[in-house]
């Protein structure tokens, strides 16, 4: 990696930490600078706004969840282990941008946005065809895999409501847990 790119890393690197802690709106260029103790200049030099920042961090977070996802489904030849596992990690890896930065480039950034969107429909598209897959080999019940997807996506959509999980005194991370939880394994206990 040349050092261009290695600064340039450095800075997604910090944006990314004071992002994801205060979100998007909250954050200023001076203060990633403080955070690189780096001169302004070399800032903008790699970065001309704070939106420019932004778009390559989701560029950035796009490519590793691609990489990662075709690893996992390479990795393995049972459908169903690979749909847990990519959901799985891709819980890990976008929740953390979920609570306060993807909240605020909704008001703030609405093409990166629906950018944000358009990826996540394309990765449940990946997932749905594990599905079929899966039904298909007779791994899963016959199910009709959008709307397994569908209500996967609403019980989420639905338990990232902040006023819900303050109510409720549910973390974030554990509240996703437990819809992937009832969504793989149901509700009625195995005898």
Request: hydrophobic share 45%.
């Amino acid at each position: 990696m040349s050092k261009q790119e290695l600064t340039r890393e450095r800075i997604l690197d910090a944006a990314m930490v004071r992002m994801l802690k205060f979100g998007y709106r909250k954050v200023t260029m001076d203060e990633i600078v403080q955070d690189l103790v780096m001169s302004k200049n070399t800032v903008y030099r790699h970065f001309e706004s704070k939106t420019e920042i932004a778009e390559a961090l989701f560029g950035r977070l796009e490519k590793e969840i691609n990489r990662e996802l075709v690893l996992i489904r390479e990795s393995h030849k049972d459908p169903v282990e690979a749909i847990l596992e990519s959901i799985f990690f891709l819980q890990q890896r976008v929740t953390p941008w979920f609570e306060q930065f993807l909240g605020d480039i909704r008001l703030e950034l609405p093409d990166l946005s629906q950018r944000f969107l358009a990826f996540r429909d394309e990765k449940l598209a990946g997932i749905r065809a594990l599905l079929d897959a899966s039904i298909k080999k007779g791994k899963m019940r016959k199910v009709n895999s959008s709307l397994a997807i569908r209500i996967y996506m609403g019980a989420i959509d639905r338990v990232l409501d902040p006023v819900f999980l303050e109510k409720e005194k549910i973390s974030f991370s554990d509240a996703l847990e437990g819809v992937l939880d009832i969504w793989s394994n149901g509700m009625i206990a195995k005898k």
